[in-house]
């Protein structure tokens, strides 16, 4: 069992050091982003989440009665949220000798760490889907955005039909950057800005936010994965309530405190229940791209 004594800790006591800083965690952006469906108590285990295949209509004949019916038929997505839980045990010495909230700070890491899990196993739903564009060691250009955007518009009826709106793209920092070096003007030697006057490129200038492309929010999230090559997988798809990715909770998680007297400490735990799942995979595209860092 892994217990933080002062030795872990040791950088935070007030004998070494004033003061102590959290370790910033990436922003979570997948859990806003997605169809959110919560599990009431006695609905079973699982979240089953159905959707309508299509019929056909056929030309009709004056005076002749339509012989023919069309069956409707159903597909379930089915998702079971299972438990996801981290713990910290903090012993007495380390509060008492501690200066800062270590409870406060723990409980704040803890957090973190859920919010992490969640969206990367949300992001994890974009590889599932049916189209992917661009590949290894290929950096990411404004057609392959719009290339998505259309694929998602054109979705074959018989994978569901065309995804609704609104969309929206996500992506590495690393690989966005790809975007901001196309989209924005070169600086000089000088070190003045050579500022076109377009609102879009002065916007990327001033705060660093590509802010929309061809309708579609463009969010950045450091938790996605790079891989060895490097590269990393985003995706353009249908957000929100009815939507491509769907976050199913069945016990939103909270941090609860348990005291272990001859341990002399405190357990931090913090549990959460959820699943998740993709909707329609034709409502998702994968954006495979270059992920190198910056230099």
Sequence with gaps: MAITTTAELGDTIPTIIEEARHTAQHQAVMAGLSWRITKDKGDGKTVNVPYWGEVTANPLTEGLDMTAAATMEDTNVQITPSEVGVKIILTDKLVRDNQMDVKTAAGKIL???????????????????????????????????????????????????????????????????????????????????????????????????????????????????????????????????????????????SVEPERDASLRGWELNIVGEYGVGEYLAGWIVELFNDATTPA
């Design 111 to 253: 957090g973190a760490a859920m919010e992490k899990k969640r969206d990367q196993d949300l992001l994890g739903q974009l590889d599932d889907a049916t189209q992917s564009l661009a590949g290894s060691a290929t950096a990411l250009t404004m057609g392959h955005m719009a290339a998505g955007r259309a694929l998602l518009a054109g979705n074959a009826t018989t994978s569901g039909g065309p995804a609704p709106l609104p969309y929206v793209a996500v992506h590495h920092p690393f690989v966005l950057l790809d975007l901001v070096d196309v989209v924005t003007p070169v600086i000089p030697a000088a070190g003045t800005l050579n500022v076109t006057g377009s609102a879009f490129t002065d916007e990327i200038l001033r705060n660093y936010s590509i802010g929309r492309l061809f309708g579609m929010p463009i969010f950045e999230d450091g938790n996605i994965s790079i891989d060895g090559t490097p590269d990393a997988k985003g995706g353009v798809f249908a957000s929100g309530v009815g939507g491509a990715v769907i976050l199913a909770t069945a016990n939103e998680w």
